[in-house]
């Protein structure tokens, strides 16, 4: 039986691994007929803050080939007690047609309190985990780069700052490395569609699924996905329209102020 193990990583420049690979802190686990096992963090989101995960798969498959699925969504609190399942998807469901979300609430909607959550997606090829951190108000930023990804077999997990239409107007704030996600929604079949109009140059645009529609249902709605990352310091707007092809003049704009640190 091959296995291959990666410990504990720090942040500065690592060494590729032949099918472990991580750009953060992260530990991953992948040995012949067993379930992978990935954890990667601590990622920091302040109270307001929505927090988003995607799974991808490389074409050129290394090992676990088959199609990746998702079968489950949830976080786990301080206690390990779990706090939230998401219930928007039917599970299963292609990772490629999926993006988890959470915004920081707990069973009741309330917002959680300061502490250390688990957000763990249940995969057709194992587990993966983010361990992420709500800071007390008013504590001290943490120092050094956000950590962003880690993959093994060829299987990323990415994870998040998420930005929705209630964040139109706000300011947010990143670390270099770090990744943003807009979400937006619309119905294509209306003809409009949502587009980036101003992108401050320190952020790098990231491929992904650019659409996603809320159900099978023929002329339904869905969501517009914008990827980022944040490549230096730098302050700048970024913005998008709604809007037809053939018109200049958007039905809808949604602009955020984006500084990275």
């Not at 963090?41 to 498959?61: D, H, I, P």
Request: glycine content about 10%; hydrophobic content about 40%.
């Amino acid at each position: 039986m091959r296995m291959f193990i990666l410990g504990l990583v720090i942040l500065l420049g690592i060494p590729g691994v032949a099918l472990a690979q991580v750009s953060a802190s992260a530990s991953a686990r992948v040995s012949a007929g067993e379930p992978a096992e990935v954890t990667i963090g601590v990622f920091t989101f302040r109270a307001g803050e929505k927090v988003a995960f995607e799974l991808s798969q490389e074409e050129s498959c290394i090992c676990m080939c088959e199609d990746l699925l998702i079968k489950a969504f949830y976080v786990l609190g301080p206690e390990g007690e779990r706090i939230y399942e998401d219930n928007s998807f039917d599970y299963p469901v292609l990772a490629k047609e999926w993006v988890g979300r959470w915004d920081l609430t707990g069973p009741e909607g309330e917002p959680v309190t300061p502490g250390q959550y688990t957000a763990v997606i249940e995969t057709s090829v194992g587990i993966f985990r983010a361990q992420l951190e709500v800071p007390s108000p008013g504590a001290m930023e943490p120092y050094g780069r956000s950590l962003a990804k880690a993959s093994v077999c060829g299987i990323s997990l990415s994870v998040y700052k998420l930005l929705d239409e209630s964040d139109n107007g706000a300011t947010v704030y990143l670390r270099t490395d770090e990744k943003l996600l807009v979400a937006l929604e619309g119905n294509p079949t209306t003809g409009y569609t949502w587009k980036p109009t101003e992108v401050p140059e320190f952020l790098a645009q990231i491929e992904g699924t650019e659409y996603l529609a809320a159900s099978a249902l023929v002329g339904g709605g869905g969501t517009f996905f914008f990827r980022y990352e944040a490549r230096e310091p730098g302050t700048g707007p970024l913005s998008f329209a709604h809007l037809r092809p053939w018109e200049e003049e958007a039905a809808e704009t949604f602009t955020v102020t984006v500084v990275v640190r």
